[in-house]
């Protein structure tokens, strides 16, 4: 899942290195570098934070897996299936 976008967010200046037959090809089919790149960049941010956070949590995770496998779903009694 994508961050929505800040309105209109403050930007900063960057330089980056492109293979010259990729920057051909997108300033020939008018892709705007600056939105593509940004929009590519927040999808890779928001990956690595969801990784990270898996990474993090892990623990947690397997703990709590290993005890609905032994003990059964949290407030499974109460369920109307």
Known sequence: MVAPLVKNPPKRATNIS???DVYNDAKA???NLSQTCE???RV???E???RQWGEQHAGFIEAYNVSVESEGLPLADWRSL
Do not use: H
């Open 44 to 46: 890779a941010i928001q």
């Open 18 to 20: 492109l293979s010259l």
């Open 29 to 31: 089919l008018g892709i």
């Open 48 to 50: 690595e934070k969801a």
């Open 39 to 41: 929009r590519f960049l």
